[in-house]
């Protein structure tokens, strides 16, 4: 009878400590345990008599709870009534990150969480929290002028009225992320651009329903704007930087001399797209075009022309490039450093070498599928490029062999080579430079052998 109830005892704490496990781990367990971090009153009275509130004065327990996270915060504040107050203490809220919880976040925390921030808050990212709306936003935006750095990545339940109050009280806002918010239109472009006038990054990523006049908006009113990501724009147009717009900022005294970073990959553009946005914004430094495939070597030639400060240029997919776009673009921009030729598959040697010479400082290389490319460009480029070359992609360039990687192991700084499916280059080859070079990553497939016929005919023979 005693072994029974010994038995039983055990089972029940095998299953007190299953369920815990599953308590740690199952996913609506670990929404609710999130959910129960934003609560911010204490539910139980407590006494507020405990030995470290006695012996620590506030400023201090306040300037340790200044180095805790949302969460950490939350927790404390559910300690007793002297630690609550000082965790929801405005102080200890400039910078919010709700991530963790994502769509456990409703509203009404977002409403009490900017009435406790006040003008403390400074940074405030939403990313993911698909239940706030337009009326929370409103009361933040209210609440929280001081704000300088806002995400609402894939809040799409946010339309043109956030962004029409962030126009009216955010007027300090630098960073704004609105990738993904598909209810926007260009009026709220023109709310952020009338309001925010020291912006200077924003991203609007498949935003669909935002068009030309959207962009031109925050062009001529943001001139400290220096990061703009326009991924998947569908709305926009080859005219998005027309040269009308070149004309205003002259007459008034605007270059865009601030912008250095702009992301266009699949947008529809052409040609004459970059060659307005290289006459606007000359001092550009990062420029992705990927995936535009109208886009041919007289885009690459004005990017030579005007743009002198290019250090990185992304053009993966862009399969109308050749050699009398990269020459000229070599030529030009000489601080190139990162570029993504990949599918670029018109390009030869010529290319390469006009790199390798012009280019003093590059680090980075993708030419996957550039399948023209021979052993001879990388000699060159491992000759010039030996202080400087960091990351090389080479997949599927079936004409280059051992000697590219013979000639590789002297670049110095050299840190990763992909060389998937390049069939001239042997195993043997990869073991000595691996030998000679052990710190340097080398990523190749050798798919395996195929059985001789012979064998395929014994076993069908014996079956």
């Known amino acids: 009878m005693e072994l029974e109830r010994a038995q039983r005892g055990s089972g029940s704490s095998r299953r007190a400590k299953r369920l815990a496990q599953q308590a740690k781990t199952h996913p609506m367990i670990q ?12 539910t139980h009275p407590s006494s507020d008599t405990s030995l470290i509130n006695k012996k620590l004065p506030k400023e201090l327990i306040l300037r340790i709870f200044s180095y805790l996270d949302t969460k950490g915060l939350c927790r404390c504040a559910q300690t007793c009534h002297a630690w609550n107050a000082l ?84 007027h300090k806002l630098k960073y704004l992320n609105l990738e993904n918010c598909t209810s926007i239109t260009d009026r709220s472009m023109r709310f952020i651009g009338d309001g925010c006038k020291n912006l200077e990054y924003l991203n609007i990523s498949w935003c669909d329903s935002i068009q030309d006049r959207g962009i ?31 004309q205003n900022a002259e007459q008034e005294g605007l270059k865009l001399e601030n912008l250095t970073k702009i992301n266009l990959l699949g947008c529809f553009i052409n040609d004459e797209t970059i060659n307005n946005l290289a006459v606007i914004a000359k001092n550009i430094e990062y420029l992705c075009i990927s995936n535009c495939s109208n886009i041919t070597d007289n885009a690459l030639i004005s990017l030579g022309n005007h743009s ?77 490029q030996r202080e400087t070359l960091e990351i090389l992609e080479v997949d599927n360039c079936p004409l280059l062999s051992d000697s590219t990687l013979s000639h590789l192991r002297h670049c110095k700084t050299l840190k990763r080579i992909d060389l998937y ?43």
């Open 87 to 170: 965790a929801l203490d405005g102080s200890n809220w400039k910078r919010v990150d709700l991530f963790t919880f994502q769509k456990d976040v409703k509203s009404a925390v977002i409403e009490n969480l900017a009435r406790r921030c006040g003008g403390f808050l400074k940074e405030l990212s939403l990313k993911g929290c698909e239940n706030v709306h337009d009326l929370a936003i409103k009361t933040f935006t209210a609440k929280c002028p001081n704000l300088e750095y806002l995400s609402l990545y894939k809040c799409k339940r946010v339309t043109d009225t956030s962004c029409e109050n962030l126009g009216k009280n955010c």
């Open 308 to 384: 002198f400060h290019l250090k990185t240029l992304e053009v993966a997919g862009c399969n109308l490039l050749g050699d009398n776009g990269f020459i000229p673009l070599a030529k030009g921009c000489r601080y190139l450093e990162k570029l993504d030729l990949e599918d670029c598959s018109l390009i030869s040697d010529a290319s390469i070498n006009s790199l390798a010479n012009y280019c003093g400082g590059l680090k980075e290389l993708s030419l996957s599928h550039c399948e023209l490319l021979t052993d001879e460009s990388m000699h060159n480029l491992a000759a010039k």
């Open 216 to 246: 031109q908006y925050i062009i001529n009113n943001c001139t400290k704007l220096e990061t703009l990501i326009l991924r998947g724009c569908d709305g926009l147009t080859e005219n998005v930087f027309d040269q009308n717009l070149e």
């Open 421 to 463: 499916d390049c069939q001239n280059v042997s195993k043997d080859a990869i073991q000595r430079f691996k030998l000679q070079r052990p710190h340097v990553e080398i990523h190749a497939y050798f798919a395996p052998a195929t059985p001789p016929p012979d064998a395929v005919v014994n076993r069908a023979g014996a079956a």
């Open 31 to 42: 929404a609710k345990q999130n959910q129960m971090y934003l609560i911010t009153t204490v």
